[in-house]
């Protein structure tokens, strides 16, 4: 079942290895099948050394009911409820990656400093208010899917365009079109958020006009974009 998007699924996860963003067993992808209305993620609490794509948890998009598979990650009525609040996501991924990770027990935005980041970002990658205790004591989880939607509608962003959160006191989440695409911008996002952090430990003023941030994201991103072949 759903070999492609399992192959899928586990590269992406070995990616985030590969480019250094997780370590022993932190941090999980996932990929979904919109007409089956199933999700794939990474299996809890499994090595990625020992991880293969056979051992991709298979999970129902509504029910969270695990299909095939290991059982999933921890964290996988985040990524499902993700996955039901924006239809445009085909892919999340989660990371403890370090300088990410700082902004989150900062409880700090990621603001958008230069040009790296507004290639990518199109505006502050936000950090999510501190779930209650309430929240925390039942349905962590789904709640911290919840708080992240709610950060994203309350700033009115869309989803594609800050494709990237740091929940507080927790860590970073990001997503894309794909699995791939997801991990892209978990990468993409630690290297902006290791930015910011020398930028303001030099100056803890600085800021980006907002004409840059336009230019360099739309020139990427826009009708008229004109970067790349």
């Not at 590269?11 to 590969?18: G, H, Y």
């Not at 039901?84 to 300088?99: D, M, N, Q, V, W």
């Amino acid at each position: 079942m759903l070999e492609q998007l399992k192959k899928e699924v586990f590269d992406a996860n070995i990616e985030l290895v590969n480019k250094g963003l997780v370590i022993y067993t932190w941090g999980n992808v996932s990929g979904i099948d919109r007409e089956k209305g199933l999700v794939v993620i990474k299996p809890s609490g499994v090595d990625y050394d020992k991880l293969t794509p056979e051992d991709m948890s298979v999970v129902d998009l509504i029910t969270g009911e695990r299909i095939e598979g290991l059982k999933p990650s921890s964290d996988t009525p985040t990524h499902l409820e993700l996955y039901r609040r924006f239809p445009e996501l085909g892919g999340i991924t989660h990371t403890h990656s370090a300088k990410a990770v700082a902004f989150a027990q900062a409880g700090m935005d990621i603001p958008p400093l230069g040009t790296t980041h507004a290639d990518y970002f199109y505006g502050a990658v936000p950090c999510t208010r501190g779930l209650t205790e309430e929240e925390v004591a039942d349905a962590y989880e789904l709640n911290t899917g919840k708080v992240i939607a709610e950060t994203i509608i309350k700033r009115n962003y869309e989803a594609l365009s800050i494709p990237g959160i740091v929940v507080k006191n927790h860590g970073p989440f990001t997503w894309g079109n794909t699995p791939a695409k997801s991990v892209y911008n978990a990468v993409v996002l630690e290297e902006v958020a290791g930015m910011a952090i020398n930028t303001l430990a030099l100056n803890p003023n600085a800021a980006m006009p907002n004409y840059i941030l336009d230019k360099h994201y739309m020139r990427k991103h826009g009708k008229d974009a004109y970067y790349g072949q």
